[in-house]
DNA sequence: ACGTTTACCTACAACGTTGTAAACGCGTCG
DNA sequence: CGACGCGTTTACAACGTTGTAGGTAAACGT
C-alpha cells in the first residue's frame, strides 16, 4: 500500500494548510494565539497527511524524550513484575512509556546504569535498588530527575518512595500474636542488616514481640541470602531441623513463605491450625495457594503511582534545589486462611 | 560537583583533539582510514571529557533508536513477566535497549499499538499478540521490522517466532498416559477455538489420545475464558460438581493448573495418587509447589533469544523482500512430583 | 616524470523540531 | 494622528549527529 513512505514532516502540513511551520509547530503544542481558522486548517492537514511529530527531533530540540525509566533487580521475581505492571500503566495514565532495566540486583550493575548512555532515552528514573546501601548515596546525586524505591538507602540525595516497612511487620506480628501465637519464627532475615526490607521487617517484628512481653529468641529466626523460594523452603528445612518449637510463620515476603509453607506441609504439619503464617507483599500468587495466605498489601499501586508523580514533578519542575521527599505508602492486612483462627 | 554541566559534544572533542567533528565521528563509528596517532589523540579527547554521544542526535540523523520494543498481555502473568526477563537480557547481550508495553490482550489496544507514535521510538517490535486472530493479519503489515510471538495467527505477513503446541501438548498428554492414566481432564480450553494456544494445545491432546485408543471425552474438558489461577480453580470446582471421573489432569497452563491442584487438594484428593496433573511453560513457581509440577518447558529462553535475534537481522537487513520465517523452539518435559509414579 | 589510485581528513548540508526575535495588521489611547 | 499594545504569524537559528562530496598528500603504476 505504502511500500516507500515517507512520513510527513511539519513542512509538508505548512504547505498544505498554507502557513509556516512554526505556526504548525504551535498548534500541535497548544500555543493559544492562534486564530480559530487557521487552526482548523492545519488541523485538517495534519488529519490529512495523517502527520505524527517525529519524537528523535523533538527530543534532540528541546531535550525531553517522554520517556521514563524503570530499574528493577528482576522481572522474573513477581513482586517486581506486579510492580513494572502498576508503573506502567501509571505512567500510561500521564502519557509516558516506560524502559525498563534488570540490574540483577548487583551493586555494581546498578551504580552503573545510573550513569550509563541509556539515561539519554529517558528524561528521569524511578531506581528500585537492591544492592547498593547507604554507604552508596552520593551515586544517587545524578543529573537528572530520579526516584528512589526499596529501603537499601534512606536519606539520601533523592525522592524517595517506599513503604512502612517497620508499621506493616509489627502489625503482621501483633495479628499473629492476637491469634495466640507465642512462639513466631521468622524467615528471611538477613545477618546483622538494620536498614533494608530485611533489617527494618525484622525490627517491627522484634517491637510487636516486646509490646507484648514475648522474650526474642534467636533461634527462631532463619537467615536467608535471597528471597526466592527456595530461599524460603531451605531456611524452613533448617528451622524443623533445628528442632525449635514454633507455632507461627512470618515470612519476610510472600515467596519466601510460600517456599515455607510447602516444606511445613511436606512435614505434616497444617496451616494454620500447627502453624499460622503470614507473609509480605500480597502477590497475586497469595490468594491461591494452599491455603490461601494472610500477608501484607504494602501499597505497591500507590507506590508506583506515586513514584510516577513525584518523578514527572520533578522533570516538569525547574527548581533544582527542591529539598528531597521521602513518601510513605499505606498498608494493609489481606485475612486468608493462613491465619484463619482454629475452627475446630 | 557537577550541577550545572553541560553535556560534551563531537565539537568539544574535536576542538581538543585539533580535528574535525567528522573526524571524531569516525573514529567512533569505527571507520577503517584513520591514522592511529590521530584516533589515539581523538580517544584521549573523548576520555578527557567524558563524551558520550548525544542519542537524540544520532537517532535523528540516522533513524536508528538502538530500542526495541517488546508487547506483551500483562507482565503480572508470570510467563509474559519471565519471557520480558528473556526479551531484556538478550537484548543487552546484543546492546540494544528494551522498551514494553502492555496491551492488556486487548484486540482494539493491540491494533492501536501498531500503529502509536510510540513506534518511533523503536527500531523495531517483539509483539506477543493474544487479542487479535488470523482476520486481523494484514494489520501486521506495518512499515518497521515486526517478529511475532503467540499462537493467535499464522501464515501472516511477518517473521514469528513460537512454540510446538501441538507437538508439546502431544508429549504432555502421552507422559500421563505412559503413567496408566486413561481419563485425563482438561483445564483451560477455548469454547471452539482451533489456532491459539488453547486450541493447539487440546490438538495435542486428542492426537496423543487417539494414537493410545482412548476415545475422547468432552465431559472431561473444562473451559476458561482466561488462564488465571481462579479461572483454573473455577473450571476444576465445576468439573468436580459434574461429578465425572478422572484419575490425570492437563493444565494447559502452569497458572491454571496450580489453580486446579488447589480445588484438587482441598476436596481431599491426592497429587498425583488420585490424580496426576502436568501443566504448560516452566514457570519457576512450578518448582516451588506443594507437589511440585511436572510441566513442559515450551523453550521460552530460546523464543526470547530467537525473536531478539531474527528482529535484528531484519533492521539490519535492507532486503525487505525476504520472505517471512516461522521459528519454532524446543520444547522438553519437565517431570517433577504431581506425576511421580505410584510410589505406595 | 606524470597521471592515477589510495589513505586520510574536512567542509557543508541535512535530519525535523522548537525557541527567539521580530514583523505585521489592527484597534486603542493620549 | 502617531505611539502603543496586543493578537497572530513568520524567518531564522539552533539542537548534535552522520552522509556526501571533495580535497590534499603520499604511494603507485607505467
Redesign the pocket.
Known amino acids: 500500500m505504502n511500500g516507500d513512505f ?2 510527513a ?3 509538508d502540513v505548512a504547505r498544505i494548510a ?6 504548525v ?2 498548534v ?2 497548544d ?5 480559530p ?3 482548523q486548517r492545519v488541523l485538517d492537514a495534519i488529519a490529512e497527511l495523517d ?4 519524537l528523535s ?2 527530543s ?3 531535550g525531553r524524550t517522554g520517556v521514563i525509566g524503570l530499574a528493577v533487580p528482576e522481572l522474573s521475581l513477581s513482586y517486581f513484575a506486579e510492580l513494572a505492571d502498576a508503573v506502567i500503566r501509571s505512567a500510561e495514565r500521564h502519557g509516558v512509556t516506560v524502559l525498563i532495566e534488570q540490574t540483577g540486583g548487583d551493586r555494581a550493575r546498578e551504580i552503573e546504569l545510573l550513569t550509563s548512555p541509556r539515561r539519554q532515552l529517558t528524561d528521569g528514573l524511578i531506581f528500585s535498588a537492591l544492592g547498593m546501601d547507604s554507604d552508596d548515596s552520593e551515586y544517587l546525586r545524578v543529573g537528572y530527575p530520579l526516584v528512589l524505591l526499596g529501603e537499601r538507602i534512606f536519606g539520601g540525595p533523592t525522592d524517595h518512595v517506599t513503604m512502612r516497612n517497620v508499621d506493616a511487620a509489627r502489625a503482621a506480628t501483633e495479628h499473629l500474636i492476637a491469634l495466640g501465637r507465642r512462639r513466631i519464627a521468622v524467615i528471611g532475615a538477613h545477618e546483622g542488616e538494620v536498614i533494608g526490607s530485611a533489617g527494618l521487617r525484622l525490627r517491627g517484628y522484634r517491637e510487636a514481640l516486646e509490646a507484648a512481653g514475648i522474650p526474642f529468641d534467636p533461634a527462631l529466626i532463619g537467615y536467608t541470602t535471597l528471597w526466592h523460594r527456595s530461599n524460603g523452603a531451605d531456611a524452613m528445612r533448617a528451622l524443623l531441623a533445628s528442632g525449635v518449637e514454633f507455632d507461627a510463620v512470618f515470612g519476610l515476603n510472600d515467596t519466601l513463605t510460600l517456599g515455607a509453607m510447602r516444606v511445613l506441609q511436606e512435614a505434616g504439619l497444617r496451616i494454620p491450625k500447627d502453624v499460622a503464617a503470614i507473609g509480605f507483599d500480597d502477590l497475586d500468587e497469595a490468594q491461591y495457594s494452599l491455603p490461601t495466605l494472610t500477608t501484607i498489601d504494602p501499597g505497591r499501586e500507590e507506590i508506583a503511582e506515586t513514584a510516577v508523580r513525584v518523578l514527572l514533578e520533578r522533570i516538569a519542575s525547574t527548581d533544582l534545589a527542591l529539598p528531597p521527599r521521602e513518601i510513605l505508602a499505606d498498608f494493609r492486612i489481606v485475612e486468608r486462611e493462613s491465619t484463619a483462627p482454629a475452627a475446630a
Chains 1, 2 share one sequence.
Open positions: 515517507m512520513a514532516t511539519l513542512h498554507g502557513v509556516s511551520i512554526k505556526t509547530s504551535n500541535i503544542n500555543y493559544p494565539h492562534i486564530r481558522t487557521t487552526k502527520y505524527r511529530p517525529n527531533a523533538r534532540l530540540r528541546s
